[in-house]
């Protein structure tokens, strides 16, 4: 099938590809700000990006994103949604049972929102393989990108910084404004080192209060935290393109079963 994009395809379309294949591609991000530079849709859109290379290179159903996720800590700054997470354990899993209904099987969700969104997918992955039958595999990039992230000497992962604003100069740079970035170098908190990379102990992510990340940003120069002008295309276009084959691998892990 031509087209890889379920919100393109008739009734008929999806019925054609459900008698061969029964995966598909769930990209989930967010709404959410990333600074005076960045848009909203960052999230979204670079798990969007991952996705849908991937699907059309191996022929597989992407779903439209849900461009909402969990950021109660980023409603600091107009133009953030952020949905329950509650809420979107509901989402998703009506999303994969209407899916199912007509026999999709196969569940590859890709993350955009990194540690944040990964709790209530895991709850919602783990109720609809219990109650529907079905299989989720939970893809998420900054797991999937230990190799690459190092070979790019990538510092670590914030907010906004050069990682996902690289990606974003490959996939997105109309919508990058790189020349206003301000860096906001990590601050080293005891006992608390969230990027899946850190070897050193750590408490347990818990999104931040709304007033505790403002009175973090009021100090700095923008609501980010990392090295953003240290993004580069080059750099966004390697660590895509791993992720992609990445995918690639786990969709081809999946066929048949
Ligand atoms: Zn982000």
Same mark, same amino acid.
């Given at each position: $099938?031509?087209?890889? /994009?379920?919100? *393109?395809?008739?009734?008929?379309?999806?019925?054609?590809?459900?008698?061969?294949?029964?995966?598909?591609?769930?990209?989930?991000?967010?709404?959410?700000?990333?600074?005076?530079?960045? &848009?909203?849709?960052?999230? !979204?859109?670079? @798990? /969007?990006?991952?996705?849908?290379?991937?699907?059309?290179?191996?022929?597989?159903?992407?779903?439209? +994103?849900?461009?909402?996720?969990? =950021?109660?800590?980023?409603?600091? /700054? &107009?133009?953030?949604?952020?949905?329950?997470?509650? !809420?979107?354990?509901?989402?998703? =899993?009506?999303?994969?049972? =209407?899916?199912?209904?007509?026999?999709?099987?196969?569940?590859?969700?890709?993350?955009?929102?990194?540690i944040?969104?990964?709790?209530? $997918?895991?709850?919602? @992955?783990?109720?609809?393989?219990?109650?529907?039958?079905?299989?989720?595999?939970?893809?998420? &990039? @900054?797991?999937?990108?230990?190799?690459?992230?190092?070979?790019?000497?990538?510092?670590p992962i914030g907010?906004?910084?050069?990682? *996902?604003?690289?990606? $974003?100069?490959?996939?997105?740079?109309?919508?990058?404004?790189?020349?206003?970035? @301000?860096?906001? +170098?990590h601050t080293a908190t005891p006992l608390y080192n969230l990027d899946p990379q850190d070897p050193r102990d750590t408490l347990c992510y818990v999104p931040a209060t709304?007033?505790g990340l403002?009175?973090v940003?009021?100090?700095?120069?923008?609501?980010?935290t990392?090295? +953003? =002008?240290?993004? !580069? &295309?080059?750099?966004?276009?390697?660590?895509?393109?791993?992720?992609?084959?990445?995918?690639?691998?786990?969709?081809?892990?999946?066929?048949?079963?």
């Amino acid at each position: $099938m031509d087209r890889f /994009k379920l919100e *393109e395809c008739s009734w008929k379309d999806v019925d054609a590809y459900l008698q061969t294949d029964n995966r598909i591609i769930l990209p989930v991000g967010s709404t959410e700000q990333h600074g005076v530079f960045a &848009p909203l849709g960052t999230d !979204t859109y670079v @798990a /969007k990006a991952i996705a849908e290379e991937a699907g059309q290179q191996s022929g597989v159903l992407v779903a439209p +994103p849900l461009w909402f996720g969990w =950021s109660p800590h980023h409603l600091v /700054k &107009p133009g953030t949604i952020s949905v329950r997470a509650e !809420t979107l354990i509901e989402m998703l =899993s009506d999303v994969i049972g =209407s899916l199912a209904e007509h026999g999709f099987a196969h569940f590859v969700v890709v993350n955009g929102h990194r540690i944040v969104n990964i709790p209530w $997918m895991q709850i919602a @992955a783990e109720r609809v393989q219990r109650t529907l039958g079905v299989r989720v595999v939970l893809f998420d &990039p @900054a797991y999937m990108s230990k190799e690459i992230a190092a070979k790019l000497d990538f510092g670590p992962i914030g907010h906004g910084e050069e990682i *996902e604003i690289s990606h $974003m100069c490959h996939c997105h740079p109309d919508l990058v404004r790189l020349a206003e970035a @301000a860096d906001n +170098p990590h601050t080293a908190t005891p006992l608390y080192n969230l990027d899946p990379q850190d070897p050193r102990d750590t408490l347990c992510y818990v999104p931040a209060t709304r007033s505790g990340l403002q009175a973090v940003y009021d100090k700095t120069a923008d609501t980010i935290t990392g090295r +953003p =002008s240290e993004a !580069t &295309p080059e750099k966004g276009q390697a660590y895509h393109e791993h992720l992609v084959r990445r995918l690639v691998e786990v969709l081809e892990m999946i066929t048949g079963d």
